[in-house]
Every structure is written in structure tokens, then in C-alpha cells.
């Protein structure tokens, strides 16, 4: 009899489990990062832009499609505002995806693997260079779209697990505290009020990915932009060059979003985040150059007049200075780092310590629930 309880016990446990793996097989394909990774779908300006501006009515200085950008890796321009290539870029190499092209860009196949809403110049404010670039409003109306043909296409089961298992990055804020500085900010709202306003609308957007199915979310906080070589050029006389008020809103800006995104997550279920302090990496090279490798982290690669933070960079009326070795600088051109230091970026994204990256790292966010994702073969 108590032979037979000790026999029974783990019959039932194997039953169990056997129930539980046929119910698992038949809501998810086990497959491992390198067979099917989950796709990655991009926002934001700059930082982040394949080439989107490329087919938008713009000034010139909001686009990178012409020579000398691009030309360390690709070599001929994308449209990415660097020598090489960006963040999104080498994030999707480290997730064995292939790149992920410009949503504008004609021609593309599917979604399967994501694609890139950004745009030079964009920030989370409709204000920000209105006219100009495709604002965060219009790149989440894009990203519908995809949402549906996604659903449409793969099925509403597939399409829905595809989503969940996506990753989202964002980089926006920079263009919004330039924008008002420009304008020398009517200083109709306080500093405060503004980050809140820039807060505000990016909580919106996370939340309206959210709705749509997206969990897994990756941000970069607001690099030091008060030391940007086209800040510096506006006033080289001062002290270090930098402009503190900026760096400050940016410091306002980063604090905000933290919390931000803290109470996201207690709001919204299953919502996990990635956020790399950007602020901290980029300020570190600045501090110690030689120790990640540049020798040059004030003057831009390319450019005109002090620190070559006047724009004219590829301009084929004017004339500009064009360095020997983008990987020496920190800054390719005015705004925007090299290949090289996005590089170092990209690899404190993907599998940072919590003190740069967290709570979690892009690496872990890409493996998190990786067994419940279609298989979409190698389409
Ligand atoms: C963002 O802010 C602007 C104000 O500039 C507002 O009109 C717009 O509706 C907001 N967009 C989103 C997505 O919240
Ligand atoms: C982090 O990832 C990068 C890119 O895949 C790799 O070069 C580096 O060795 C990794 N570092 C650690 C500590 O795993």
C-alpha cells in the first residue's frame, strides 16, 4: 500500500507535466534566439533615423543621405547621421537580425523582423521641428499600420505572439530641449512644466504600444547636449565651452523618465524595460578619452568654425574640414557620435551592468519568454 502511494505520487506529478508540455507545444514553437530572433521595431530622431528623412520633404540639415556619411562601413549614405552605423544597427546584429530598414523606404517584403519609424530631428512634442521630420505622433500612427498587417498577415495567434515577443526602442528628448532653446524658449513654461510635457508624451507612446501588444521596451536617456559641439560653437568663449542649463535639463529630463518608466511598470502587466543611461556612458568617454580608445572628444570629425560644430558637413557649396580617422572622434559630425562610439553604446545596451543598463539589459529582454514566439522560418 505505501509502495504503491510512493508509485502514485510521481505518476500523477508525470501526468501533469506531460499535460502541461502538450498544452505548451501547441501554444509555442521552442526555437532559440539564433533560429527566429524576436523582431525589433525603432523609434525616435536621429540617433536612430536608417534613412527615413531620405523620402520626406526636408531642409538638408535634417538629412544624411550624402557623402561623407555613411562611408566607414556602408560605404555610400543611408541616410544614418554618422560615418557608420547606429545603435539600432549593431543591436541588431548582437539579436542575429538582419538591418532593419527605413519604414518609408520602398519595397519591403515584411515585417517580420521589425523596421525603423526614427527620423533626423524628430522629438516627442509636435512643435519640434514641425514641417520637418515625422514627429513621434506620426511614427506611432505608422507603426499601427504595421501592427495590422502584421496581424493581417501572420494571423491573429502569430501576430499577437510576434508583438509580445518585440522589442521597442526609443530615442527622444534631445530634439525637444534644443528646439526650445533655439527659440530661446519663451519661457512661457518652466523648465519643470517642459520635461513633463516631453514625459507626458513619451508615457503616451509607450502606452499606446502597450495597448497594441508591445511588452518589451529598451530607451536611452538624454546624453550631456549642453556639450555638443554645435552648442559649444554658438558661445566658444565660455568657460569648457559647455552650456550647464542644458546639461541640466537634460539631468531633469533623465530623472523624469526614470520614474517614468518605474511606474509603468507597476501599472502595466508584463510591461519590461531596458533603459541605458547614455548620459553617464557618453560623459564617461569625455572624461577618460584615451581609456575607450579616441583621442579627439570636443571637435567633431566634420564641420566648420569652432569645435566644427557649425553645420556644413558634406555641403557641396560650402567648404568643410573632414578628419582623417572618424574613429579618433567622438562626435562624426556637430551633434551625432561616430561608428566607433555608438559601438561602445550598443555594448553597454546589450549586456550591460545594472549601473549603466537595467533592470534589464537588451540581451535579456530579447531571450525573456523566448520559447512563445511563431516560427516564421527564414522568411
Ligand atoms: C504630444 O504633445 C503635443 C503638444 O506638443 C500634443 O499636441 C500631442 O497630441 C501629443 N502627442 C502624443 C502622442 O501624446
Ligand atoms: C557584450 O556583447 C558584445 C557584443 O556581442 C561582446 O563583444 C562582448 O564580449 C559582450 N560582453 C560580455 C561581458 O559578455
Not at 52 to 64: K, L, V
Not at 116 to 136: K, M, R, W, Y
Not at 207 to 225: A, C, D, M, T, W
Not at 232 to 240: F, Q, W
Given at each position: 500500500?505505501?509502495?504503491?502511494?510512493?508509485?502514485?505520487?510521481?505518476?500523477y506529478?508525470?501526468?501533469?507535466?506531460?499535460?502541461?508540455?502538450?498544452?505548451?507545444?501547441a501554444?509555442?514553437?521552442d526555437?532559440?534566439?539564433?533560429?527566429?530572433?524576436?523582431?525589433?521595431?525603432?523609434?525616435?530622431?536621429?540617433?536612430?533615423?536608417?534613412?527615413?528623412?531620405n523620402?520626406?520633404?526636408?531642409?538638408?540639415?535634417?538629412?544624411?543621405?550624402?557623402?561623407?556619411y555613411?562611408?566607414?562601413?556602408?560605404?555610400?549614405?543611408?541616410?544614418?547621421?554618422?560615418?557608420?552605423?547606429?545603435i539600432?544597427?549593431f543591436?541588431?546584429?548582437?539579436?542575429?537580425?538582419?538591418?532593419?530598414?527605413?519604414?518609408?523606404q520602398?519595397?519591403?517584403?515584411?515585417?517580420?523582423?521589425?523596421?525603423?519609424?526614427?527620423s533626423?530631428?524628430?522629438?516627442?512634442?509636435?512643435?519640434?521641428?514641425?514641417?520637418?521630420?515625422i514627429?513621434?505622433?506620426?511614427?506611432?500612427?505608422?507603426?499601427?499600420?504595421?501592427?495590422?498587417?502584421?496581424?493581417?498577415?501572420?494571423g491573429?495567434?502569430?501576430?499577437?505572439?510576434?508583438?509580445?515577443?518585440?522589442?521597442?526602442?526609443?530615442?527622444?528628448?534631445?530634439?525637444?530641449?534644443?528646439?526650445?532653446?533655439?527659440?530661446?524658449?519663451?519661457?512661457?513654461?518652466?523648465q519643470?512644466?517642459?520635461?513633463?510635457?516631453?514625459i507626458?508624451?513619451?508615457?503616451?507612446?509607450?502606452?499606446?504600444?502597450?495597448?497594441?501588444?508591445?511588452?518589451?521596451?529598451?530607451?536611452?536617456?538624454?546624453s550631456?547636449?549642453?556639450?555638443?559641439?554645435?552648442?559649444?560653437?554658438?558661445?566658444?568663449?565660455?568657460?569648457?565651452?559647455?552650456?550647464?542649463?542644458?546639461?541640466?535639463?537634460?539631468?531633469?529630463?533623465?530623472r523624469?523618465?526614470?520614474e517614468a518608466?518605474?511606474?509603468l511598470?507597476?501599472?502595466?502587466?508584463?510591461?519590461?524595460?531596458?533603459?541605458?543611461?547614455?548620459?553617464?556612458?557618453?560623459?564617461?568617454?569625455?572624461?577618460?578619452?584615451?581609456?575607450?580608445?579616441?583621442?579627439?572628444?570636443?571637435?567633431?570629425?566634420?564641420?566648420?568654425?569652432?569645435?566644427?560644430?557649425f553645420?556644413?558637413?558634406?555641403?557641396?557649396?560650402?567648404?568643410?574640414?573632414?578628419?582623417?580617422?572618424?574613429?579618433?572622434?567622438?562626435?562624426f559630425?556637430?551633434?551625432?557620435?561616430?561608428?566607433?562610439?555608438?559601438?561602445q553604446?550598443?555594448?553597454?545596451?546589450?549586456n550591460?551592468?545594472?549601473?549603466?543598463?537595467?533592470?534589464?539589459?537588451?540581451?535579456?529582454?530579447?531571450?525573456?519568454?523566448?520559447?512563445?514566439?511563431?516560427?516564421?522560418?527564414?522568411?
Amino acid at each position: 500500500m505505501r509502495a504503491m502511494e510512493r508509485f502514485m505520487f510521481p505518476m500523477y506529478l508525470w501526468a501533469i507535466s506531460t499535460l502541461f508540455l502538450v498544452v505548451m507545444a501547441a501554444t509555442c514553437h521552442d526555437h532559440s534566439l539564433l533560429e527566429n530572433p524576436a523582431a525589433l521595431f525603432i523609434f525616435g530622431d536621429s540617433l536612430f533615423d536608417s534613412g527615413n528623412n531620405n523620402y520626406i520633404r526636408t531642409s538638408r540639415g535634417f538629412q544624411a543621405n550624402y557623402r561623407p556619411y555613411g562611408e566607414t562601413f556602408f560605404p555610400s549614405p543611408t541616410g544614418r547621421a554618422t560615418d557608420g552605423r547606429t545603435i539600432p544597427d549593431f543591436i541588431s546584429e548582437y539579436a542575429k537580425l538582419p538591418l532593419i530598414p527605413p519604414y518609408l523606404q520602398p519595397g519591403i517584403q515584411n515585417y517580420n523582423y521589425g523596421v525603423n519609424f526614427a527620423s533626423i530631428g524628430a522629438g516627442a512634442l509636435l512643435e519640434t521641428h514641425q514641417g520637418l521630420v515625422i514627429d513621434l505622433k506620426t511614427q506611432l500612427s505608422n507603426f499601427k499600420k504595421v501592427e495590422k498587417q502584421l496581424r493581417h498577415n501572420l494571423g491573429g495567434e502569430e501576430g499577437k505572439a510576434l508583438l509580445s515577443a518585440a522589442v521597442y526602442l526609443f530615442s527622444i528628448g534631445g530634439n525637444d530641449y534644443f528646439a526650445a532653446f533655439a527659440e530661446n524658449s519663451g519661457s512661457l513654461v518652466s523648465q519643470e512644466e517642459y520635461v513633463a510635457m516631453v514625459i507626458g508624451n513619451i508615457t503616451n507612446a509607450i502606452q499606446e504600444v502597450y495597448n497594441l501588444g508591445g511588452r518589451k521596451f529598451g530607451f536611452l536617456n538624454v546624453s550631456p547636449i549642453g556639450c555638443l559641439p554645435f552648442v559649444k560653437a554658438l558661445d566658444p568663449a565660455r568657460t569648457g565651452g559647455c552650456k550647464e542649463e542644458l546639461t541640466d535639463v537634460a539631468r531633469l529630463h533623465n530623472r523624469a523618465l526614470s520614474e517614468a518608466l518605474q511606474k509603468l511598470e507597476i501599472q502595466l502587466t508584463g510591461f519590461k524595460y531596458s533603459l541605458h543611461d547614455f548620459f553617464t556612458s557618453l560623459n564617461e568617454i569625455t572624461e577618460d578619452p584615451s581609456k575607450y580608445g579616441f583621442e579627439e572628444v570636443e571637435m567633431a570629425c566634420c564641420g566648420n568654425g569652432p569645435y566644427r560644430g557649425f553645420s556644413g558637413c558634406g555641403s557641396q557649396t560650402r567648404s568643410y574640414e573632414l578628419c582623417e580617422n572618424p574613429s579618433d572622434f567622438l562626435y562624426f559630425d556637430l551633434v551625432h557620435p561616430t561608428e566607433k562610439a555608438y559601438e561602445q553604446f550598443a555594448k553597454l545596451f546589450w549586456n550591460g551592468s545594472s549601473d549603466i543598463t537595467g533592470p534589464y539589459n537588451l540581451k535579456s529582454l530579447f531571450e525573456l519568454d523566448n520559447k512563445c514566439r511563431p516560427n516564421l522560418g527564414s522568411s
